[in-house]
């Protein structure tokens, strides 16, 4: 069911840019006028805010895991890093939209990225114990 609505979001996308390309490469050729583009770097940082990325540092030890249920939020398309301390393997895996699996191995300092691009709940989870690391919202 989600599956299907995050298709047609990335439809809708498409057809948005594909219709911004068109009609654009005559427009400012005739401008005399010595007024330059008004966008001044300050606006674009302003529009980029400095990249922020969601870490979760994950332990899993003698079957615990830390954290576990926690609550957190994030954004589309921005990083998302999941840093783990295993003496375990396990599977790794992120309901997101594309979903991600990642391969736990039984070593100290691993680091898993993953983007989502569709708004919603997206839950970690650990197949082999069974258990949500995290729910993150992300908007
Ligand atoms: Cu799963």
């Known amino acids: 069911m989600t599956k299907r609505i995050g298709l047609t979001v990335l439809a809708t996308t498409g057809l948005i840019l594909t219709a911004c390309g068109s009609e654009n490469s005559d427009t400012g050729a005739n401008t005399a006028s010595p007024s330059p583009s008004t966008i001044s770097p300050a606006d674009m940082t302003d529009q980029q805010a400095p990249p922020n990325r969601l870490v979760i ?3 899993i030890k003698g079957g615990e895991v ?30 997101s939209n594309p979903e991600h699996t990642f391969k736990v191995e039984p070593k100290p300092a691993q680091s898993f990225q993953f983007t ?23 908007r």
């Open 116 to 138: 989502v691009d569709v708004p919603g709940r997206v839950a970690v989870e650990l197949h082999e114990l069974k258990r949500t690391i995290a729910t993150i919202e992300v």
């Open 66 to 95: 830390t954290p576990t249920n926690a609550e957190l939020e994030g954004k589309v398309k921005e990083p998302i890093v999941i840093r783990v301390n295993s003496d375990a393997a396990d599977e790794l895996h992120v309901h």
């Open 57 to 59: 540092d994950v332990t």
